[in-house]
């Protein structure tokens, strides 16, 4: 992820993934008032370690039922884009496929639409 400012020069850049053979893809960004950079995508690492933080919803790899299923995830940057604030898996009932939709609500909610046949726990 790359913040750029108000005449394009970059901010910050920032990576999220595992440490080894990652392909994991960023489907859709938002921004809060604050600045804090929201994310969501398909989490794949060949390491199986895409980090998540303390607290989330799913700090653990996904128990699939479909083999090699994607696993979508949810992250916050910190303003300045050095800290992973919170980082989620999804872990749907098969296939994650966030989106390209991400919202924030002014009560400081964050919004994530999915396509496919993947259920998301509420």
């Known amino acids: 992820?790359?913040?750029?400012?108000?005449?394009?020069?970059?901010?910050?850049?920032s990576v999220l993934g595992g440490?080894?053979?990652?392909?994991?893809?960023?489907?859709?960004?938002?921004?809060?008032?604050a600045g804090h950079a929201y994310v969501t995508g398909i989490a794949a690492s060949a390491s199986h370690d895409f980090p998540t933080t303390p607290g989330a919803y799913r700090a653990g790899e996904c128990d699939n039922v479909l083999r090699f299923a994607n696993d979508g995830?949810?992250?916050k940057l910190s303003t300045d884009g050095s800290m992973l604030l919170y980082s989620t898996l999804l872990c749907g009932s098969g296939d994650d496929l966030p989106a390209a939709?991400?919202?924030m609500r002014p009560?400081?909610?964050?919004?994530?639409?999915?396509?496919?046949?993947?259920?998301?726990?509420?």
């Open 19 to 33: 440490r080894l053979a990652d392909s994991s893809v960023g489907q859709a960004i938002a921004v809060d008032a």
């Open 107 to 122: 009560e400081t909610r964050t919004s994530l639409a999915q396509r496919g046949r993947a259920t998301f726990p509420p």
């Open 73 to 75: 995830f949810v992250a």
């Open 101 to 103: 939709s991400l919202s």
């Open 1 to 13: 992820m790359v913040r750029l400012d108000a005449a394009g020069a970059p901010v910050y850049a």
